[in-house]
């Protein structure tokens, strides 16, 4: 990795840091150091959610929305920044926003890839130019394709994404026929992985986070009084292009 200097601390918890950093070549990057804290294991955890982080954007290599892995070493990861406001700051929506948004994440798991924490709306990105990015991959995984695991999760993923929609396109929040889902979400039951997590891992992972190592990630949201975002003309160019980069 080259040489760099610290722009911003974007996070810094129990579990290490994330920073916007400048290159030699003047690009602006993201650098998670997972260095742990004070609490016994931090270190190791942290880690592990690189790693999962590192395989992640590997197997995503040269998919539009998704950052780049730049470099990586012992503790320390580094990806492309994307311009852009989180779903949940966004002012302005192309129409067709969400059906690009289930293209995106239909192109992850055509790579075998499910990102595992799309119900944050921080985690999806609006960028500059209208079209949908997906962020912080710590808990995605990557999967066999005909692996029944992979598919539960893949039924999660779509299930998230029609959440977002439905919330930001009902009530007339959206334009007219927002709301129907192209992406296969509609109505999917929570999987079995999901229920487990939700009823066994959850409260386990909640206490160790939150009560043990301090962390909370605050999982921003639009507020239910809004303002919402104004809906601008669908986008053009790249739909298609989810699709035909997979492997």
Request: glycine residues 12%.
């Amino acid at each position: 990795m080259s040489g760099a200097h610290v722009a911003a601390v974007l996070k810094a918890d129990a579990l290490g840091r994330v920073e916007r950093i400048v290159a030699d070549d003047g690009s602006a990057r993201v650098r998670r150091v997972a260095c742990g804290g004070r609490a016994p294991g931090s270190a190791w955890i942290a880690r592990r959610l690189l790693a999962r982080e590192r395989r992640a954007l590997a197997a995503l290599a040269g998919l539009p929305g998704v950052p780049r892995l730049l470099g990586h070493g012992r503790g320390v990861l580094e990806r492309s920044w994307i311009e852009g406001l989180p779903l949940s700051r966004a002012e302005v929506l192309p129409e067709d926003f969400f059906d690009r948004l289930d293209d995106l994440v239909l192109a992850l798991h055509a790579r075998g890839v499910c990102h595992n924490d799309l119900h944050k709306e921080q985690n999806v990105l609006v960028g500059t130019d209208g079209w949908p990015a997906l962020l912080d991959f710590q808990l995605a995984s990557v999967h066999r394709p005909r692996s029944p695991l992979f598919a539960g999760r893949v039924r999660d993923d779509l299930r998230h994404v029609e959440k977002h929609r439905r919330r930001y396109t009902r009530e007339g929040r959206g334009p007219r026929g927002a709301e129907l889902s192209r992406g296969g979400g509609h109505g999917l039951p929570r999987s079995w992985a999901a229920f487990v997590w939700r009823r066994a891992v959850k409260p386990a992972y909640v206490l160790l986070t939150r009560r043990v190592l301090g962390t909370r990630d605050g999982e921003e949201r639009r507020e239910s009084s809004g303002p919402w975002p104004r809906w601008t003309a669908p986008l053009e160019g790249r739909g298609a292009s989810y699709r035909t980069s997979s492997r």
